[in-house]
């Protein structure tokens, strides 16, 4: 089965994904989450819990163990994050996303390489989610405030055509409001038709934007539900999202 023929409304299923850096030592412990068409997928826990692990293991840059990560149907486990690009998956990791020495313009190209004829159409619907990117095209990466380098990072990220993108803590290191422009972003992004899996330190901003969520711990998805159900539960405001979590 061809991904553009399947019919179902998994975009990505990961299941009892066991993966790590060095042998023996597994990070992920039989972890698994699913973000269905349409869907915005909050991912929070403490640090070390495994999140980026988990992100890096569904993008073929951590070796898997076992288990598998479907997408569309399609069994993409293990595979090479140049091929899974072709085959609908995003990735913009938390750190150095983007190419410093380059122009905008440049980086966006640097997402469609295996595919540059499409770059005029690709460009407009990126353009059309970040106008300012378009404008400022010729303006070295380099030179853009944290903000705007995550801008041109998803901008890249969603050049192929992305069926599910995949965003490790796209507000870390941003001002209040730089924060509240990027969770409008991702928002925008997945009103275009783009399922996402956002992984997000800012626990409470995140349940309030995302369809549903997976607390992660320890290298196991703990806790899931609806952002709503999981702000109210008890068991996860006082593990995870600490006494601040009423005052939302
Ligand atoms: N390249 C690496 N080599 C070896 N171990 C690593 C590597 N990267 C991460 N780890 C280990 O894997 C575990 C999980 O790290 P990971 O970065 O996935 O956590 P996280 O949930 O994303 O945390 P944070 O909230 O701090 O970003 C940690 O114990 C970490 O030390
Ligand atoms: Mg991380």
Redo the contacts with the bound molecule.
Sequence with gaps: MSAENFEGDSVVKVTDLVAG??PGVN?LNGCSIEARRGELIGII??????????LKAMFGLVKVHSGTVMVRGQDLTGLKANKLVTRGVGFVPQNNNVFASLTIEENLQMGLYQQPKNFRERFEFVADLFPELKKRRSQRAGSLSGGERQMVAMGRALMMEPAVLLLD?PSAGLSPVKQDETFLRVHEINRAGVSVIM?E?NARRCLQICDRAYV?DQGKDAYTGTGRELMKDPKVIQLYLGTLADTA
């Design positions: 850096y060095i990070i826990g403490p640090n070390g819990a495994g999140k980026s692990t988990l803590e992984v330190q992660l």
